[in-house]
């Protein structure tokens, strides 16, 4: 990974596997390892990458003001009509929702008011989640494939998928251009084109979830994308009780007794990052859920 | 087994591999300046989409039924409230209470005749000295001459079907039942249920067992049921085929049945599901209705000599084949089923029934309904016996076991009310016809109506809500 206070403007540095380019996106640190002898062509397949990574992010980033999902966040009800990548996301973002029993919900970000995991026992109460539940369910959305109409108080969050998502376009709009194999790793989520020159596997570690190790464990990826979903950082303490940032947007409250952490990988880092989230939302039976789908994962409990 | 809700269904996977390969081909070209390429097409949101699963909820059903049968037979309110706990993992614990208050006129089994008939039955129960001081509606008490017993007595008008007005019954039942996700291909349930009025009491336990096969597109199931009824008449049991009078009667009778349920379920194609289900029972025991009679009347003018109480086999063996199916069509959403029925009584039977579910706007629906049913009669069916000819070992003239048929026309409406929540109202007109003159009937009788069957009308009002 690179170093958080990389300063260095041109990001391209040579690693034994390649090269790796740097920067700061989606307030995450961002590489992308290419595996080639020649800079010029990493230095290229760097650039693309971070070019459509900075264009998801302005489009959809809800800390943005200029993007497109704050204007629909402040539509206060009014119809919206979206472009076609929109749509392809709201859409899918629906069937998530349906497959899902209503556990994945784009529309709970609202809850980030009351909840911040920053390690304190500042726990809401059950009235205050009670008077945001109405502002939160995707059923309340008004979606036919075209036009939103997004009713007032609520709003859409694409944190859910937005980096998964441009993982996969940045991996595209390399393998668009070139044979090279690569990896692009945005803040942990990651995908590679396909093994390295020679057949070898990319290596991957797992962060911890202990403060005291480093890694929990080094993978090998050939193909595919791997995300990581857990608490290491953000959850809440409160009369020994430990209480994960994993809400539950049925309830708006954390989900009870998630693992730790959770590592999927799939072929696609969306399928990735939504089948270790959808097992985190099964709180005490994310192992059994991932066994029964057949996931490869890792976990920590 | 049915189109329940899916929890989380099983194949999350490979169902969001395809989602995700079609978004990310969607969005392949959206970086080129030369067009984008257009989203999957999604069809409009309405409460047929609704996918809010039960799971972790609480859902209260709560409904009324008023039922109200023509020329003043019977009418019931009947309030019902059921409770189902839903749990995480899809284990369902369900309640459900039932209040029945039964009013009105029934037939008693008789033919009408040109003159008035007066039918007389016991005043009191069994063993006890007391008597019922004030006769309801329609009755009077009279005291035998000769043996100072008092009995109560009821006279029929001319040409009028002999209705028994003195009836008034309270019911009250309780069912429950749990059902567990086995294995994540199984599903078991047990349940039992308790219902009791004044004079009858009944009881049962049934379990069962389901199974996905196939990737879920196929479930096979089994239940068992076991029931124990006693009966307890008012006036205690009278012998089969003896003369209807005011005597002492006999003592309480009771009856098993047993009964299985095979079914298999199947995804047809995207937009349709079927089921099948053979189901087999047997019922032992006392199956009379204690208190009708048959007459019994004279060859040659049709009049009543003689009322029997009737008598109806102990042993009865039943068998059914139930074909559903659920079919999605555009918007709206249809069920069409057929059942073929044949007993050991000499019963056959077909049902036919559609429903069509047809969304108005995304919180309100309306689903007209309407059920065909052909019935031919018991072996031991009469509209009334013949004096002079042999009794028959068992004989009723309840029109529920003669030859009718039946249609039923219905109108459900339904309003969302929240996400979890409807208020629904369900009106149907009940119609049975069967033959009302028999030109070939004795004497007088070929001008009388002996259809004893009914028309009714009924009405549910409901509401259903779920919380966690």
Redesign the interface.
């Not at chain 2, 984008?36 to 999604?42: I, R, S």
């Given at each position: 990974m690179c170093p958080d206070d990389d300063l260095a403007p041109e990001a391209l540095t040579a690693v034994p596997e390649g090269f790796r380019y740097c920067f700061q996106a989606m307030a995450s640190p961002c590489e992308v390892r290419v595996d080639t002898s020649d800079p010029d062509l990493a230095r290229d397949l760097g650039r693309r990458a971070e070019a459509e990574v900075r264009r998801i992010e302005a489009k959809f980033s809800r800390y943005r003001e200029d993007s497109q999902l704050s204007a629909i966040n402040r539509s206060a009800g009014a119809s919206i009509t979206v472009d076609s990548e929109t749509a392809a996301l709201l859409n899918y973002a629906q069937h998530c929702f349906q497959l899902s029993g209503g556990r994945f919900d784009i529309t709970s970000g609202v809850l980030r008011r009351l909840w911040r995991f920053d390690g304190s026992d500042n726990l809401p109460t059950k009235a205050e989640v009670r008077r945001l539940l109405p502002f939160i369910g995707w059923r309340r959305v008004s979606w036919d494939g075209s036009v939103l109409e997004l009713p007032k108080g609520m709003e859409l969050d694409l944190g859910g998928i937005g980096k998964e998502y441009a993982v996969d376009r940045a991996i595209l709009a390399i393998t668009g251009v070139s044979d090279c194999p690569s990896l692009v790793n945005l803040g942990g989520d990651l995908r590679v084109t396909g093994p390295r020159r020679g057949g070898e596997r990319w290596r991957v570690a797992i962060e911890s979830v202990d403060r005291a190790r480093l890694t929990d464990g080094l993978l090998a990826l050939a193909h595919g994308a791997l995300t990581t979903s857990g608490d290491a950082r953000r959850f809440l303490l409160k009369n020994g009780r430990r209480y994960s940032h994993i809400l539950d947007p049925r309830t708006g409250w954390p989900v009870v007794d998630p693992p730790r952490s959770v590592t999927v990988a799939a072929p696609t880092c969306l399928e990735a990052g939504l089948l270790s989230t959808l097992a985190m939302l099964q709180g005490r039976h994310a192992e059994r859920f991932l066994r029964t789908e057949g996931i490869s994962a890792w976990w920590v409990r | 087994m049915q189109l329940k809700r899916?929890?989380?269904?099983?194949?999350?996977?490979p169902?969001?591999?395809l989602?995700?390969?079609?978004?990310?081909l969607?969005?392949?070209a959206?970086?080129d300046p030369l067009g984008?390429?257009?989203?999957?097409?999604?069809a409009?949101?309405n409460i047929n989409?609704?996918?809010?699963?039960d799971?972790?909820l609480t859902r209260v059903d709560s409904a009324v039924l008023f039922y109200h049968e023509a020329n003043g037979r019977v009418q019931t309110t009947e309030p019902m409230i059921s409770v189902a706990f839903n749990s995480?993992?899809g284990d369902v614990l369900s309640v459900k209470l039932t209040s029945d208050t039964l009013t009105g006129a029934t037939p008693n089994g008789a033919a009408p005749w040109k003159q008035a008939q007066t039918f007389t039955t016991p005043a009191q129960a069994p063993g006890s000295t007391a008597v019922v001081t004030s006769a309801s509606g329609g009755s009077s008490l009279v005291t035998l001459p000769g043996t100072g017993t008092v009995v109560r007595q009821y006279t029929t008008p001319a040409h009028q079907l002999p209705t028994d007005t003195g009836f008034r019954d309270q019911r009250y039942a309780v069912d429950a039942g749990y059902s567990m996700q086995w294995s994540?291909e199984s599903r078991v349930s047990i349940g039992g249920s308790v219902s009791t009025e004044r004079d009858y009491r009944s009881g049962s336990i049934n379990a069962g067992y389901s199974r996905d096969l196939f990737e879920k597109n196929t479930t096979v199931s089994v239940g068992l049921n076991l029931e124990f009824d006693q009966s307890r008449p008012y006036f205690g049991t009278p012998t089969p085929l003896t003369v209807m009078s005011g005597d002492a009667k006999g003592g309480n009778k009771s009856k098993t049945v047993q009964n299985i349920v095979i079914g298999v379920t199947q995804v047809m194609n995207r937009i349709w599901l079927a089921n099948l289900n053979y189901s087999a029972g047997q019922s032992d025991g006392y199956q009379t209705d204690p208190y009708r009679i048959i007459s019994v009347v004279d060859p040659v003018t049709g009049g009543p000599t003689q009322y029997l109480y009737e008598s109806r086999p102990s042993s009865r063996f039943r068998q059914s084949l139930y074909m559903g199916n659920k079919i999605a069509l555009g918007p709206t959403f249809a069920d069409v089923s057929v059942r073929a029925y044949h007993d050991s009584w000499g019963i056959n039977s077909i049902t036919a029934e559609i429903n069509e579910r047809i969304p108005l706007l995304s919180w309100i629906y309306l689903e007209p309904q309407a059920r065909y049913y052909s019935q031919t009669a018991a072996t031991f069916f009469h509209d009334y016996l013949v004096s002079g000819q042999p009794l028959p070992t068992y004989a009723s003239s309840d029109s529920r076991l003669g030859k009718f048929s039946a249609t039923t026309l219905g109108l459900k409406l339904g309003i969302k009310t929240g996400?979890t929540s409807e208020f629904y109202m369900l009106a149907e007109n009940y119609k049975q016809s069967g033959k009302s003159t028999n030109p070939n009937a004795i004497g007088d009788l070929a001008s009388e109506n002996l259809f004893s069957g009914v028309n009714a009308t009924s009405l549910v009002v409901g509401f259903t809500f779920a919380f966690?």
């Open positions: - | 899916r929890k989380m269904s099983r194949g999350v996977a169902a969001l591999g989602l995700t390969a079609n978004l990310l969607a969005t392949a959206l970086a984008p390429a257009a989203p999957p097409p999604v409009n949101a989409d609704d996918t809010e699963t799971l972790g995480e993992d994540p996400s966690r």
